[in-house]
């Protein structure tokens, strides 16, 4: 497809149970003020079938339910694209939210910009709870992750996330799809677009509201499998290789040496202090809320320690000792 051909959106959701979610997603989507897409809803083996909820918005959308055996996020999405009429595929997870003009901003920035993939920003829902508000923070800040990951100047280099991302039918096909990888299919998806010389934008003004992970649990748990990923990542793209994806190992370190230090010099804390310092500050005033400035702080050091052991992990076993990941790590894989 080209710029010049006329688009044809399929929303492909891919779930696993989250029924609830699903709702709040689909009746975002009844609300937008542009109507014209179909939505493919690909149950992932939910203990429970989704039949009966996606057949009530049967009147108000142009929507297909599909059923399928558990095989992971990815291959879900592939399998919905096999069933998708359109000729460009916007994929969006079950925990998001859409805005009222989230399909006419997208169809408005590729008429002026057209590009085979772009990604869309995340944020928290003003009626989202202070966790979600608080791990919204810790994964978008620009003083934990360096904020949005995409800008007008680097708008060719952006990687978009499969929870809110947009692709033509013929780059998808090019590529074929998302890979086996159960966890970080869809970066690895993003750098296969980019060795096939795809280019990939960021779409500043088509952004979700994205629930991510109810519990400081589940999110330290999610957190440490994309560190687990990323080696992996590397090794199948080492051309895409960063110094960056190091940093949350480091802070880990550089925090556990400077308490320890402490306990000899108290200034060996100091700048440890004043990071923690920023990080309420910032996110207090943001959220308007002294609590969810402190629930920040805790979300951030989880998001840093989770995803920093588990790349570390990931890294000597892949990296250093030479493990097939697929023997090393059979969860990530299909």
């Known amino acids: 497809m080209h710029g010049n051909q006329r688009l044809k959106i399929t929303i492909i959701i891919a779930i696993y149970n989250r029924k609830e979610e699903l709702q709040e997603l689909l009746y975002s989507l009844i609300k937008q003020t542009d109507k014209n897409f179909e939505i493919i809803v690909v149950d992932d083996g939910s203990e429970k079938k989704l039949e009966t909820i996606v057949s009530s918005y049967a009147n108000e959308l142009d929507i297909k339910y599909f059923y399928k055996n558990n095989s992971g996020a990815g291959l879900s999405r592939n399998y919905g694209a096999r069933?998708?009429?359109?000729?460009?595929?916007?994929?969006?997870?079950?925990?998001?939210?859409?805005?009222?003009?989230?399909?006419?901003?997208?169809?408005n920035e590729l008429k002026r910009n057209y590009v085979d993939a772009w990604g869309g920003a995340d944020s928290a829902d003003k009626n989202f709870t202070d966790?979600?508000?608080?791990?919204?923070?810790?994964?978008?800040?620009?003083?934990?992750?360096?904020?949005?990951?995409?800008?007008?100047?680097?708008?060719?280099?952006?990687?978009?996330?499969s929870f809110n991302m947009g692709i033509s039918k013929e780059a998808f096909?090019?590529?074929?799809?998302?890979?086996?990888?159960?966890?970080?299919?869809?970066?690895?998806?993003?750098?296969?677009?980019?060795?096939?010389?795809?280019?990939?934008?960021?779409?500043?003004?088509?952004?979700?509201?994205?629930?991510?992970?109810?519990?400081?649990?589940?999110?330290?748990?999610?957190?440490?499998?994309?560190?687990?990923?990323?080696?992996?990542?590397?090794?199948?793209?080492?051309?895409?290789?960063k110094i960056t994806f190091w940093f949350p190992s480091i802070f880990m370190i550089f925090t556990v040496i400077s308490v320890l230090l402490s306990f000899i010099?108290?200034?060996?804390?100091?700048?440890?202090?004043?990071?923690?310092?920023?990080?309420?500050?910032?996110?207090?005033?943001?959220?308007?809320?002294l609590k969810i400035g402190l629930l920040s702080l805790v979300s951030t050091f989880i998001q840093f320690f989770s995803y920093g052991s588990g790349y570390l992990l990931s890294y000597v076993k892949v990296e250093i000792l030479n493990i097939d990941p697929k023997i090393a790590f059979p969860s990530h894989y299909c």
């Not at 994964?139 to 949005?148: A, Q």
């Not at 923690?276 to 809320?289: A, E, G, W």
């Open 83 to 107: 069933h998708a009429s359109g000729n460009y595929y916007i994929f969006l997870d079950s925990d998001c939210i859409v805005p009222t003009n989230y399909i006419e901003n997208v169809r």
């Open 131 to 161: 966790l979600q508000k608080a791990i919204s923070y810790s994964m978008t800040s620009l003083f934990t992750t360096g904020g949005i990951r995409g800008n007008k100047k680097s708008v060719n280099k952006f990687q978009p996330r």
């Open 173 to 241: 096909d090019d590529v074929k799809g998302f890979s086996e990888l159960r966890v970080g299919e869809d970066p690895d998806l993003s750098l296969a677009l980019w060795e096939k010389g795809y280019n990939t934008s960021f779409f500043p003004d088509c952004k979700v509201f994205h629930k991510r992970r109810s519990s400081l649990k589940k999110f330290s748990n999610q957190i440490y499998h994309f560190g687990i990923a990323r080696p992996i990542l590397n090794q199948r793209h080492p051309k895409f290789k």
């Open 265 to 289: 010099e108290y200034w060996f804390i100091l700048p440890l202090v004043f990071y923690c310092c920023l990080i309420l500050i910032d996110s207090s005033y943001r959220n308007r809320s």
